[in-house]
């Protein structure tokens, strides 16, 4: 063969060679690519979003779900009103206050808001060392005391709760993995996580004697009062970090875990996204335990929690399970 017909066979080698090691350019445009907002990484929740992430992933192909780790629940309400993310994890109190332009977001209201599913009620902890000594929450008055993770409901709920007793700590502001490293090196003696049990408060607990503190009925009045429906109440059950840890139930708030999308997300996907976590609940609360009374009742208990507008996909599914939609959570943009 000569040195131009062993050109031009190269060529056609390398040429097929390209061809065949090339992406499917043609599929990879049919996938729709959706960025989640979730919370840190360290977080405990961080185990149950990962689990909402792979069952739509794996029960819609042409769709790609991708966690963003962000400061949770605040900064997530921000960024879907800015369009940086497709849908994300907002606590019920947080998106009620979004969807108004309330507190944090006044001047910034986003009447576009949907919800796509209710996944948990979380009870709020509120945990130091038993080597501070401290039983209750006033005496956390001028302690180094972590109020949740930076941009979550946890550290806005925190700061309105001790706000309305009248206590003042040494905050501490961060992540929760900064959260956590500080309180085992001993620099602060605890923090407040949303979640029991949390994942970050267990391995603290590992380390080092902790003590859950109560809410007490007459501080929630006082919450309740100088901030109207931010709180609802609940319990951390005893033994939830370990035999005596708490000893018995103590009183607590709960916070309703949701995820949401706006009113951009089209109608379609937002019913198939409904109709994979519907058909995938039973997995979701399976391997991540604070969602096994609510995300199993779906779509009804979401529909009982919901305070704004539900996803139009979301009501295209419970029209199909025949289960009735009240007029006041239908959308204006659902099309029967």
């Known amino acids: 063969m000569n040195r ?27 996938v729709t690519k959706l960025s989640y907002g979730g919370t840190a990484s360290s977080s405990g929740a961080y185990v149950g979003v990962v689990a909402m992430a792979e069952i739509i992933n794996k029960a819609i192909p042409e769709c790609r779900v991708t966690i963003v780790e962000t400061g949770a629940s605040i900064e997530n309400a921000h960024l ?27 001047g910034k209201a986003d009447p576009n808001l949907r919800v796509l ?8 902890t509120v945990f130091v060392t038993e080597k ?71 391995d603290v607990a590992s380390a080092l004697p902790i003590r859950l503190l109560p809410i007490a009925d007459a501080d929630f009045a006082k919450a309740q009062a100088k901030y109207p429906g931010m709180f609802s109440r609940g319990i951390i059950p005893a033994d939830v970090y370990g035999k005596g840890v708490p000893p018995e139930d103590i009183p607590t708030f709960t916070v309703i875990a949701l995820d949401i999308a ?9 019913y198939k996204m409904a109709k ?9 609360a399976k391997r991540y335990k604070p969602t096994a009374k609510v995300i199993v009742e779906y779509p009804a208990s979401t529909i009982s929690r919901a305070s704004i507008p539900l996803h139009a996909g979301v009501v295209k599914l419970c029209k199909e399970l025949g289960i009735k939609v009240p007029d006041k959570i239908i959308p204006p943009e659902y099309k029967d």
């Not at 905050?171 to 309180?183: I, Q, S």
């Not at 706006?262 to 937002?270: E, I, S």
């Not at 994979?276 to 979701?284: K, L, P, Q, T, V």
Request: charged fraction near 20%.
């Open 4 to 30: 131009t017909k062993s050109s031009i066979v190269m060529t056609m080698v390398l040429m097929l060679t390209c061809l065949l090691l090339s992406p499917d350019t043609s599929a990879a445009q049919k």
């Open 80 to 106: 879907l009103r800015r369009g940086d993310v497709h849908f994300g994890m907002v606590m019920a109190d947080a998106v009620a206050r979004a969807y108004h332009g309330m507190k944090e977001f006044a």
């Open 117 to 124: 599913w209710a996944y948990a009620d979380v009870p709020h």
């Open 132 to 202: 501070s000594g401290v039983t209750s929450i006033y005496q956390l008055q001028g302690k180094k005391f972590g109020c949740g993770l930076t941009g979550s409901a946890t550290e806005a709920m925190t700061l309105a709760l001790f706000d309305a007793c009248g206590i003042k700590p040494d905050w501490f502001r961060g992540d929760t993995a900064a959260a956590r490293d500080a309180v085992k090196n001993r620099q602060i003696i605890g923090y407040s996580k949303s979640g029991s049990p949390d994942s970050s408060v267990q």
């Open 262 to 270: 706006t009113a951009n997300l089209p109608a379609d996907l937002g």
């Open 276 to 284: 994979a976590i519907y058909n995938g609940r039973f997995e979701w």
